[in-house]
């Protein structure tokens, strides 16, 4: 399957809030790697693939970004109830340097800092 990459790019910005939970010991390291590709991103190179790359060599990862990257994607908010209604989306949150997306599940829940520029994420524009 062939994906976007500026859903790529999005993915990795999305991933990394999730990434202790999802790797443990190696987050850090991983971490690191997107951050740097997604710096080289910002600058305009193209860096897709190799967040792909690095996103599908973990199985947990793997599989996280199959889900943000499939047709349904649960993780960017929360599912419609059965019947008639509608989606309700988390509020989305940005490092204002594009490299760090968090998403407030909880109303209340302390916005984070973004661990590669230490600065408190903002809202995205709707």
Known sequence: MTFEPDDILEAGRSIRP?????????AVQVDKQLAELLAQAKAG???????LEILKSQPD???WIAEFL????????FEPLPGKGQAISAQKYICPQGDYVWY????????????THGVVLIPAAQ
Do not use: M, W, Y
């Open 70 to 77: 499939s047709e349904k994607q649960v993780s960017k908010g």
């Open 104 to 115: 407030r599940r909880i109303v209340g829940a302390t916005i984070p800092i973004c661990p």
């Open 45 to 51: 190179q193209e860096v897709d693939k190799q967040i």
């Open 18 to 26: 999730f990434l202790p939970e999802l790797l443990g010991n190696d």
């Open 61 to 63: 990862t793997r599989n």
